[in-house]
């Protein structure tokens, strides 16, 4: 059983530049999160996807930032012209909902952005 | 709103004795309560769940976690500490504002240093 993947690992780039950042979680998990965590918090949440649905997306979520999951399988979190503020650890993590309670949420290794 | 809290920056404790780290929630509702560990650059691992039955919930690692209701306390316990224990903890509960959403509120965390 693969665990969720993403890459790159690490991404340096200019402020101003676009990034792009894969997520491929495990097989036959319905739901993929997308969270930020920054130096010495926990993970926010930022955006989530049942199959190829975004259903909900945090107000931390702005204009600059789009995730898509276009066959319900892998998705993309792209940020448009970065900032320094935006230099975190983006995690991904997938789950399979099911009606007895809660899904667990399994997340990937995370993508370090450090912006320039 | 829902929130965890983890009074803790840091716990030491000698190899081979127990170990507790605290995690209070306030929620509305019945609350979902999570515990997750985190190593030096990497994603966050799932070691347990509580949803509802038994206060004590059993997870990986020989990791449990009590659940109190009075004192809306979910606190990580295990009985002999490990050196490679030494990781970062966070504890999170679910959002239930927006519905079926799922997604998860963290704690800042508490790093675990568990000396030889």
């Known amino acids: 059983d693969t665990g969720v993947s993403q890459n790159p690992r690490h991404k340096i780039t200019k402020r101003g530049q676009n990034v792009t950042f894969r997520c491929d979680p495990i097989?036959?998990?319905?739901?993929l999160y997308w969270y930020r965590q920054t130096l010495g918090q926990g993970p926010e949440f930022l955006t989530y996807?049942?199959?190829?649905?975004?259903?909900?997306k945090s107000r931390l979520l702005s204009d600059r930032f789009s995730a898509e999951r276009p066959k319900g399988s892998f998705s993309t979190l792209e940020i448009q012209r970065t900032e320094q503020g935006d230099s975190a650890m983006y995690l991904c993590?997938?789950?399979?909902?099911?009606?007895?309670?809660?899904?667990?949420?399994?997340f990937g290794p995370g993508t370090r952005l450090t912006v320039l | 709103a829902q929130s965890v809290a983890q009074p803790e920056d840091q716990v030491n404790v000698a190899e081979g004795n127990p170990l507790t780290v605290k995690c209070t929630y306030s929620?509305?509702?019945?609350?979902?309560l999570f515990w997750y560990v985190q190593y030096p650059n990497r994603g966050l691992q799932f070691l347990l769940k509580?949803?509802?039955?038994?206060?004590l919930v059993k997870g990986s690692y020989g990791f449990e976690a009590e659940f109190n209701k009075s004192q809306t306390s979910f606190h990580l316990k295990k009985p002999s500490a490990l050196v490679s224990d030494s990781a970062l903890y966070f504890c999170?509960?679910?959002?239930?504002?927006?519905?079926?959403?799922?997604?998860?509120?963290f704690g800042t965390g508490t790093l675990l240093a568990v000396q030889p």
């Open positions: 993590a997938s789950s399979l909902v099911w009606t007895g309670g809660p899904d667990t949420q399994y």
């Open positions: 097989s036959e998990h319905n739901r």
């Open positions: 996807f049942q199959n190829e649905a975004q259903l909900e």
């Open positions: 929620v509305s509702g019945n609350p979902y």
């Open positions: 509580y949803i509802t039955g038994d206060n």
């Open positions: 999170a509960v679910r959002d239930l504002v927006g519905g079926a959403t799922n997604k998860l509120i």
